[in-house]
């Protein structure tokens, strides 16, 4: 089962904030979070590991509960380039076999 | 940019063909996962290669199969297209212990009519 995201969608004003939740059915070991524009690949934001290490390359921010087995990414003082459709991401070998699942997807959209 | 390609970028098949999707990773990077992402959804895994073997694999049917060169490069094949094959397939490689921090490639949009 793929993680819940919510919400399914948002639109902000430039300059507002934003918060996007990953709810999963299993544990979580790590949660990955991109960002895709409309008709391109998705780009990679953040990394966030058991024990609270984050790691990435934007000024966003992340949280990881572990025991509630969610994640929340914070966008603060939104631009207009954040807009698109944020996945997170895990991965689950709970079958024996690696997957890697993506989740629901959150549509944000800033406007000026 | 990524660093990571793919060819075609666009191709049309009809029912029942077969068809090759490439990719080429990062410099560096030894692992590549394929996915297919259809319209409006989020990307399914169909499959990941770590040093030319398979990792694992989605819910995919074996008519989805790949390889991976010892160059890292890494090719999709499918059998027996069904117009539900109909999307963007997105690799995307990574390296080693992070192997889960990927850096996509610009996609291949596949039609199948």
């Known amino acids: 089962q793929q993680p819940v995201q919510s919400p399914q969608a948002v639109i902000l004003r430039e300059g507002e904030d934003a918060v996007i939740n990953c709810s999963s059915s299993?544990?979580?070991?790590?949660v990955h979070w991109y960002r895709q524009k409309h008709g391109e690949a998705p780009v990679f934001l953040m990394i966030?590991?058991?024990?609270?290490e984050q790691k990435g390359h934007e000024k966003i921010s992340a949280s990881f509960n572990e025991k509630k087995q969610q994640s929340s990414l914070y966008l603060t003082a939104s631009q207009l380039s954040y807009s698109g459709t944020y996945f997170c991401?895990?991965?689950?070998?709970?079958?024996?076999?690696?997957?890697?699942?993506f989740g629901t997807g959150t549509r944000l959209k800033v406007l000026a | 940019e990524t660093g990571v390609t793919q060819s075609p970028t666009h191709l049309i098949k009809t029912r029942g063909q077969q068809v090759t999707l490439r990719c080429s990773s990062q410099?560096?990077?030894?692992?590549v996962s394929w996915y297919q992402q259809a319209l409006g959804q989020g990307p399914q895994f169909i499959f990941q290669y770590y040093r030319e073997e398979e990792n694992g694999r989605g819910n995919f049917p074996p008519r989805f199969s790949g390889l991976q060169f010892p160059n890292y490069s890494s090719e999709l094949n499918v059998n027996a297209l069904e117009l539900d094959d109909s999307a963007l397939y997105l690799c995307?490689?990574?390296?080693?212990?992070?192997?889960?921090?990927?850096?996509f490639g610009p996609g291949t949009r596949l039609l199948v009519l």
């Open positions: 410099s560096g990077h030894n692992t």
């Open positions: 966030l590991l058991k024990g609270g």
């Open positions: 991401g895990t991965p689950d070998d709970t079958s024996g076999t690696y997957k890697y699942i």
């Open positions: 299993k544990a979580l070991y790590s």
């Open positions: 995307a490689s990574s390296f080693g212990e992070e192997k889960e921090t990927q850096y």
